[in-house]
């Protein structure tokens, strides 16, 4: 069975940049779609940013259009968000999830990771 683990999250100042990691086990990513979620503290968890089994980039929040982007290590069996210019609400707690289904336009995610901590503070 598929298992994802993230890591990389952490503080940072607002402008800086993280990467976070999402390494898969048990399976390969190749072929599922990967979606990055994050949860600020006292809302509810949103869908950020995925990229489908044919690497097709699909961001579900336009704030982070122009800042984060998604790729895919298929030998490292990880996937990857890069995020840019952090701002202090991207504070929050960031999962990824795998879609045995290919397309980021399924909402249904099958597998998910414990997530990481990003907190953007001066």
């Known amino acids: 069975q598929l298992q994802l683990v993230e890591s990389g999250g952490g503080l940072v100042q607002p402008g800086g940049s993280l990467r976070l990691s999402c390494a898969g086990s048990?399976?390969?990513?190749?072929?599922?779609?990967i979606g990055w979620f994050r949860q600020a503290p006292g809302k509810e968890r949103e869908g950020i940013i995925c990229?489908?089994?044919?690497?097709?980039?699909?961001y579900y929040s336009n704030s982070v259009k122009g800042r984060f982007t998604i790729s895919r290590d298929n030998v490292r069996n990880t996937v990857y968000l890069q995020m840019n210019s952090l701002k202090p609400e991207d504070t929050g707690h960031y999962s990824c999830a795998a879609n045995i289904s290919p397309v980021c336009s399924d909402p249904l995610y099958d597998y998910w990771g414990q997530g990481t901590q990003v907190t953007v503070s001066s």
């Open positions: 048990g399976s390969t990513l190749g072929g599922y779609a």
């Open positions: 990229i489908s089994g044919s690497d097709v980039t699909t």
